[in-house]
């Protein structure tokens, strides 16, 4: 099952997991578990509905209301979760594309250091991305060229051509070009979306601390993948 689980959300994100969030998963995972045990134990599988909405039910039953926050409150909360509504990183790139089969001429990055423009006449064009690739930030990268070829985009920091960077497309020459920084919102701009997020952070809280609880009654043992 924590296989299963694990390759499931891996393949939802396009993208590994790190050891915190694998352990976050599981961790729902099993509360999800310890709700549904306890809903059972309160009688609420005598309600019609399914395991899901059930443990939903318990959920509710476990938490408390949350008063509206006032604006100090708000904007307290703005401050702790501003990387949350901030943009990403964008990167630039130019690009030099081969086809999956196409033989890349011996020495291409000196090439095309000595001449782009000839470079570029020895390549092929992609039906996905142009001469340039704009705007990428971290998701894009790795969701278009595959998770190892785009770490290999990230990690580029200076304004050298690199390659071939293989990916699922085919075979790249890149060189970025400039990093366009974060962009934090202002308090204004995502005012309307805090309070909701206020009060479900509250709620989280909340259930935490009864699950914590709950924990304390079960024995619960992880057959982790090797």
Known sequence: MVTFILKQAQDLRQQQLNEDEK??????YIDNELLYLEAQKQGL???SRIKKQMIQKMTLLLTKEVPEPSEA???????????????????NFNHIFFAPGSTVPKDFVALITADKTKARTLA?????????????????????????????FIDINDSLWHGPIISILG??????????????????????????????????????????????QYTVEVDWPQ
């Not at 352990?23 to 729902?28: R, Y």
């Not at 409150?73 to 990387?83: D, G, R, T, V």
């Open 124 to 152: 092929d064009s992609s039906l996905y991305f142009g001469d340039t690739l704009p705007h990428m930030s971290d998701r894009d990268l790795k969701m278009n060229f595959g998770l190892d070829a785009g770490q290999k």
């Open 171 to 216: 075979q790249h020459f890149v060189q970025l070009e400039s990093v366009e920084p974060k962009v934090y919102a202002n308090f204004d701009d995502v005012k309307a979306y805090l309070s909701r997020q206020y009060i479900i952070s509250k709620h989280k809280k909340q259930l935490d601390v009864s699950l914590d609880a709950l924990r304390e």
């Open 45 to 47: 599988d005598n309600d």
């Open 73 to 91: 409150e708000l904007k307290q909360y703005f401050e702790i979760h501003k990387e949350a509504y901030a943009s990403p990183y964008k990167r």
């Open 23 to 28: 352990e976050a998963l599981i961790k729902q």
